[in-house]
């Protein structure tokens, strides 16, 4: 055993008493507000990444802290063996934000998908009448909905399955974006089909315009499920509430987590139509901190912001801009810029994502590539257009560097 890291060396304590199941950037940031993080030695950084999105409010949004605090002095878990006064009040509130009919509280969005699969399951067997155990959901290639042992089970991500099989059945996986593989791959024992609207880990894939209006039609015509993955997505991160918004369709199921929390705690759900979610029973599903009372309670701060509109809105305008700027980046050590409002995969061609993150890091902005020659941008929804400037030309210094 290597002796033990001195107290201030904070990533050698990481390196030595964690799996290595990571590769953060060699940054310990110790303290954080709004759009903007310090490190421990006080150096501060732009947030271009969010928590993946769940730091859609930034860091310490004064209206959520102020609502984790208040609950902090009442009651913090009560498990579900027992009512308490704020679940309720969050399962209505984000069921009307939402417009669907019943919320399933949960913790993480991996959770949240789980959760999904499972009511799918049943819904099928129950209400659609499939054989047992018959019930099978397509998915789609390059999809991430999380890490459990069933979720990976059909990710087509070598990195995410090596060496963890035996594998879940139950999952047909067809091309992202290609309806007629889709109708092709239904058959009378299809329970649901589950997409992201835009894949993020993928690269922030946004689908052609009419993809997801031929998903809605096709589940529509073999009575199957539309679930879609607004985890990473939704809550005001594309310029609408939803991403699956743009399309001018709705789903059956919406998985939902990262944001709901507000950068505070994990919360995730599962929103939808009462007559699916509806099939669970007491002792068929749960979670001891699901729906917990300061889950709730930042949970409903997090919908009275979204209420306003005053988010979607910013992602929107905001978003135009970075895509703007962005793209002046073509052809300069960038091939494409995808995205929707403030989020975007920025495809390098000059140097390796690593390395652009790590040189980015050095400039003063906090970034993070994901399979290898993408940059994901994604800065909370309360940047300013100035500071979205500087990343940007954070970036190009890189790429120039590069050159």
Request: with cysteine.
């Amino acid at each position: 055993m290597t002796a033990t890291a001195q107290p201030t060396d904070f990533i050698g304590m990481d390196e030595h008493w964690s799996p290595h199941n990571y590769h953060p950037l060699p940054v310990v940031i110790a303290e954080a507000e709004g759009a903007w993080v310090t490190d421990v030695h006080g150096r501060r950084y732009l947030d271009f990444l969010a928590g993946y999105s769940a730091l859609n409010f930034g860091h310490r949004h004064p209206a959520l802290v102020a609502a984790a605090v208040e609950q902090l002095g009442r009651v913090t878990l009560t498990s579900r063996a027992f009512h308490h006064d704020q679940f309720g009040l969050f399962c209505r509130e984000l069921a009307e934000l939402t417009g669907t009919e019943m919320v399933l509280a949960m913790n993480s969005g991996a959770e949240a998908v789980e959760s999904a699969v499972k009511i799918a399951r049943k819904w099928a067997y129950r209400v659609k009448g499939l054989a047992k155990d018959t019930a099978e959901i397509i998915v789609a290639g390059g999809n991430f909905h999380g890490r459990t042992t069933t979720i990976v089970s059909f990710s087509t991500d070598e990195v995410a399955r090596a060496d963890f099989g035996p594998f879940t059945p139950g999952f047909t996986v067809v091309e992202y974006g290609d309806a007629a593989a889709l109708a092709a791959a239904i058959t009378d024992r299809t329970a649901a089909v589950l997409v992201e609207p835009i894949q993020g880990e993928a690269g922030v894939v946004v689908p052609g315009a009419d993809y997801l209006r031929e998903v809605r039609r096709l589940c529509d015509e073999n009575n199957v499920l539309f679930i879609a993955d607004e985890i990473q997505s939704g809550l005001a991160r594309t310029g609408s509430l939803f991403a699956l918004d743009h399309a001018g369709v709705r789903a059956d199921v919406y998985t939902l987590g990262k944001a709901l929390g507000g950068g505070i705690l994990p919360v995730s759900a599962v929103v939808g139509r009462r007559d699916v979610l509806g099939v669970l029973r007491p002792g068929e599903h749960g979670s001891t901190f699901g729906g917990n009372p300061l889950a709730c309670a930042v949970g409903r701060a997090v919908v009275r912001l979204l209420a306003t509109g005053e988010f979607q809105e910013r992602s929107r305008v905001l978003g135009a801009h970075l895509h703007a700027r962005l793209g002046e980046l073509v052809g300069r050590g960038v091939s494409e810029v995808r995205g929707r409002g403030l989020w975007a995969g920025v495809e390098l061609t000059t140097m390796a994502g690593r390395l652009a993150s790590e040189a980015l890091m050095e400039r003063g902005v906090l970034c993070k590539e994901t399979h290898d020659t993408t940059l994901r941008v994604a800065p909370p929804l309360v940047i300013t257009e100035a500071e979205i400037d500087q990343g940007v030309a954070a970036i190009a210094d890189v790429l120039a560097s590069a050159r």
